[in-house]
C-alpha cells in the first residue's frame, strides 16, 4: 500500500510570488489533514477534509491560503501571495473516519517552503 | 496553557537503558493519545496510539494513559542509538467548532548515547 506522497519536496520562491502543494492521500481514506512547521515550533494544524467537503479550517492562517480537495481523491494547498513567514514544512496526513474520534493519522515526507 | 505539553529535551540516555518520555494535556475530553517519532529532516511516524488508560506495550513501547491526570508517556526499552529523534506526543480534542482536531506537542528529543 502506498503511503501519502507530496509534491513537490522542496519549493524556494519570492515573495510575492503563487506556491501550490500537492497531497495524494492513502487510497481509502476520507480525511485528509494539512499541517505546518515552522522552525523551532510545534506542528499546527491548518485544516481537515473529510472525503472533499472542509471539516474544519479553523487553522487556516489567512485568506492567502486556499485548500481544495476535488473529488475527494487529492488536495492542493495555495499560497498566494506567499510571505516571508510563510516559510516552513507543510505536511499532509490521511486517515479513516471513525464515529468517535480520528484515526491514526499517517504523514506524507512533507514540502519544505522558502519564501525569500 | 498549551493544549499539548511535552519537555523539549535534549534526553539523554544510555544505550540500553529506559527512556521515559512525558506528557500532559489540557482537553479533559481527549479521548485518542499517539506517540510519533520524527528523525531530523523526515515526517512523523506513528509509532504508539492509545485510547483507554492504563498501558500498551508494542515491542520495546510501551504508552502509559492517566486521563485523571491528564498525562501520557512513551517508554523505550533497551534504547539503542536509532532510538535518537524528536517525539511527538499527539492528542485528539474538539475544537470551538465542535470537530474533533489533533493537537500536538513540540516534541522531546532523545539521544541515546553508545
Known amino acids: 500500500e502506498a503511503g501519502v506522497t507530496q509534491f513537490p519536496s522542496h519549493s524556494v520562491i519570492e515573495k510575492g510570488q503563487t506556491v501550490t502543494l500537492r497531497c495524494d492521500p492513502i487510497?481509502?481514506?476520507?480525511?485528509l489533514y494539512w499541517y505546518r512547521r515552522v522552525m523551532g515550533k510545534e506542528i499546527k494544524f491548518l485544516l481537515h477534509?473529510?472525503?472533499?467537503?472542509?471539516?474544519?479550517e479553523s487553522g487556516m492562517p489567512n485568506n492567502r491560503f486556499l485548500a481544495e480537495r476535488t473529488g475527494g481523491t487529492y488536495s492542493t494547498l495555495k499560497v498566494q501571495p506567499a510571505e516571508l513567514e510563510d516559510s516552513g514544512v507543510y505536511f499532509c496526513?490521511?486517515?479513516?473516519?471513525?464515529?468517535?474520534?480520528?484515526?491514526?493519522?499517517?504523514f506524507g515526507p512533507g514540502t519544505r517552503l522558502t519564501v525569500l | 496553557q498549551k493544549e499539548v505539553e511535552q519537555n523539549s529535551g535534549p534526553l539523554s540516555v544510555p544505550e540500553g537503558a529506559i527512556a521515559s518520555l512525558n506528557c500532559t494535556y489540557s482537553?479533559?475530553?481527549?479521548?485518542?493519545f499517539f506517540w510519533y517519532r520524527q528523525y531530523s529532516g523526515k515526517s512523523p511516524e506513528l509509532i504508539m496510539s492509545?485510547?483507554?488508560?492504563g498501558d500498551k506495550e508494542d515491542g520495546r513501547f510501551t504508552a502509559q494513559l492517566n486521563k485523571a491526570s491528564q498525562y501520557v508517556s512513551l517508554l523505550i526499552r533497551d534504547s539503542q542509538p536509532s532510538d535518537s529523534a524528536t517525539y511527538l506526543c499527539?492528542?485528539?480534542?474538539?475544537?470551538?467548532?465542535?470537530?474533533?482536531?489533533?493537537?500536538f506537542g513540540t516534541g522531546t528529543k532523545l539521544q541515546v548515547i553508545p
Open positions: 496526513a490521511s486517515s479513516h473516519w471513525r464515529v468517535w474520534g480520528p484515526y491514526e493519522q499517517f
Open positions: 487510497s481509502g481514506h476520507d480525511n
Open positions: 477534509f473529510v472525503k472533499e467537503s472542509k471539516q474544519d
Open positions: 482537553d479533559r475530553g481527549s479521548q485518542s
Open positions: 492509545i485510547y483507554s488508560n
Open positions: 499527539a492528542v485528539n480534542s474538539r475544537t470551538s467548532g465542535g470537530y474533533q482536531k489533533v493537537t
